[in-house]
């Protein structure tokens, strides 16, 4: 599965700089997103979706408190 973080987790939460407008999201390659890409992999894992977003089905990955 694809995993792509929104821009406020790439800048605050993995404090990583933003890729060129040109590089889509779901290619930065960091420990938490293939940690969460495995996570989606597994068909039994518990999703939760983003209820906000209705146009678009994407759910939360969590890591931490």
Do not use: S, W, Y
Not at 12 to 17: A, G, K, T, V
Not at 28 to 37: F, S, T, V
């Amino acid at each position: 599965m694809t995993v792509r973080p929104t821009l406020r987790c790439v800048r605050e939460d993995l404090r990583l700089p933003l890729p060129p407008v040109n590089i889509p999201l779901d290619l930065i390659d960091h420990p938490i997103l293939a940690k969460a890409g495995e996570q989606f992999a597994n068909p039994g894992t518990p999703h939760e979706r983003i209820r906000a977003i209705d146009d678009t089905i994407l759910f939360k990955v969590k890591v931490n408190r």
